[in-house]
């Protein structure tokens, strides 16, 4: 089981360049999240799927768009890349059932956005 | 709207001593507080799950109580080890289901041989 992967690991980008950053998880799980983390800030929410085929938008949206084509994979896409989007992106993933269990984080994407 | 509030200032601790953090929230009631412990360069590791109508939960040197009338979560973690070093966050889940979480900046904890 890899459990949550991420794909690409570091990436620098030009403003107004854009990218997809891919989340795969093999765990057969219904939900997945992406959350950006910035210095001195929690982890917010940008954009959440609660099956295959389904999007909503979570606190940070703006920017960012997002598809689950596939259940086990979940992309997050940045059309045209912004400075204030330089941050380190986290893919989350957790079963259905109730918020009673956890979510499994992947190991990051460090983003710059020159 | 709601707001998490971890000390964002570092812990540092001698070996074998119990380490604190606190965890304080307002303008919300949440159904249940997680804490999740992250180590540099690495995505967040969930640790425990409280819901608001258990007061004390633990597990092995983790123990973890929720106050919903103060509005605050403390995080113990006894005899520290220097492998506990890390950054641990706080998380509540936010209203609208689906285990939405809002998560606090997190308190570095540096324990100390």
């Known amino acids: 089981n890899a459990g949550v992967t991420q794909t690409p690991k570091f990436r620098v980008l030009k403003t107004g360049q854009s990218m997809t950053l891919l989340c795969a998880q093999d765990m057969n799980h219904e939900y997945m999240y992406w959350y950006r983390q910035d210095p001195g800030m929690g982890l917010r929410l940008i954009h959440y799927s609660v099956g295959e085929g389904t999007t909503a938008k979570g606190e940070v949206p703006d920017g960012y768009n997002v598809s689950r084509l596939k259940k086990q994979n979940f992309l997050l896409g940045l059309e045209s890349a912004a400075p204030s989007q330089t941050s380190v992106y986290f893919c989350a993933s957790m079963r259905a059932g109730g918020g009673t269990d956890t979510q499994y984080f992947g190991p990051g994407t460090r983003l710059t956005v020159l | 709207s709601q707001k998490i509030e971890q000390n964002s200032e570092a812990l540092n601790i001698q070996e074998g001593k119990t380490a604190t953090l606190t965890c304080n929230y307002t303008n919300y009631s949440p159904a249940y507080l997680q804490w999740y412990r992250q180590d540099p360069g690495r995505g967040p590791v969930f640790l425990l799950l409280?819901?608001?109508?258990?007061k004390e939960k633990r597990k092995e040197r983790l123990k973890v109580t929720f106050d919903t009338t103060l509005k605050q979560s403390l995080f113990h973690i006894t005899a520290s080890q220097p492998a506990d070093s890390a950054t641990y966050l706080c998380?509540?889940?936010?209203?609208?289901?689906?285990?939405?979480?809002?998560f606090g900046a997190g308190t570095r904890l540096a324990v100390h041989p």
């Open positions: 998380a509540l889940e936010v209203s609208g289901g689906y285990n939405k979480l809002i």
């Open positions: 409280i819901r608001e109508n258990e």
